[in-house]
C-alpha cells in the first residue's frame, strides 16, 4: 500500500511548457499529470528515473491542481491538445478517494480544450460520460497502454497494472459511449514482447476491440540505473544475457536503426493487414485542433510511413513541414514539393 501525501502545489505550473515541436503519438502541444508518484508501479517505466525513492511508494496528491489549471488555460490556444500522459496513471487508486482527475477534465470540459488521456484502469469508465460530453462539444480521446496480451507476463512486467484483456474492454466500452480510443504499444522491449506471435496476438486483439489507432515505441535506457532495472525484468520474464541488449543498443538510450527500422516494417505490415490505423487517423481531430496543429500531426503521421516504407526523401520534406508549420514559419513555396500540397492548403486556409 503507498503513501498519500495530500499536498497543495508549489509556484511551479501545472501544465508543461508548450512543446516546441507537436507530439505525433499523442497529438500534443502540452502534458499534464495529475498525480506524482503511480501506485502502479511498471518496472519499465522511465519514471522510476525521477526519484530517489520507489516510484510506488509515496503518491502526492495535489489538491489545488484543477484550481491552478484554470488559471493556466487563460494563457493557453483552445486549438492545442493537452495529454494527460506523464510520469504516472491518472485513474491510479488515489482517483477513487481523491478525484483530482475527474475535477481537472471537469475544467478542460469547461474551457472546451482538448484533451488526451492514458490509463491502464478501467476506473475511467466512470467519467464516460464526462468525456463523452468533452469529445462532442470539442476532442477527447482516451488511450491504453499494452506490452502483451499474455496475462502472466503481464503480471512480471506491470506491477498492479489490471490485465490486459480487462484494459481492452474499457476501450471497447468507451468507443461505443462514442470516445475515441487507441493503444500504445510501449515499450517493445526486444526478446521479451517483439517476437512475430507476441506482437501478432496484441495487434489481432486491438483489431477485435475496434480501437481507432495503435501507435508503438521502443524501450528506453537512459543511464546504468535503468539498465539495472531492465536487467533484473529480463531475470524475471526468462533466461537472457545481458549482451543480448548489446548489439540491439550499441550503447546508446535507445535501439539501433536497423533494429527500429525491421519492427516498424513488421508492425506496419500487420496492422495494414488488420486493418488498423497507425497514428491517430485525421478524422478524430480534423476541425478539433487549431489548423497549424492539424496539418502538422497530418504531415508527421505522413513522414512517419513514408520512413518505413523507404520514401525518405518525401519523408523528410513532410518532417520539415510539420515543424514549419507547428512553430507559424511556414514559407508558402516549401509546399510545392508535397503530394500534400493541397490538402495541407485546404486546411490552413
Known sequence: MANYLRDFMSDAPVLSARRPTINEFFLSAYTLSI???CELGCPYCDSWLFGDRPLNETIHIPLDLPQRLDAELAHVDRGDLIAITALSDPYQPAEQTYRITRQTLQVLADKGQPCLLQTKSASVLEDAALLQR????????????????DPHLSE??????PPPALRLEMLAELKRAGVPVGVAILPVMPYVNDTQSALRAMLRACAEARVDFVIWDYLHIPNERHRSRVNEILARVGSFPHSYYRDIYQGQATVSAAYRHDRDVELLGRCDGLGLEVRAPQRIFAGKLSPANEAALLLKHSAFRDRVQGRDRVARIHHSLAEQIYAGDLRPAALRDSPLALTIREILE
Open 156 to 161: 512480471k512486467l506491470e506491477g498492479k497494472a
Open 134 to 149: 468533452m469529445n462532442e462539444s470539442g476532442l477527447a480521446i482516451v488511450m491504453t497502454t499494452l506490452v502483451t496480451m
Open 35 to 37: 498525480y506524482t508518484g
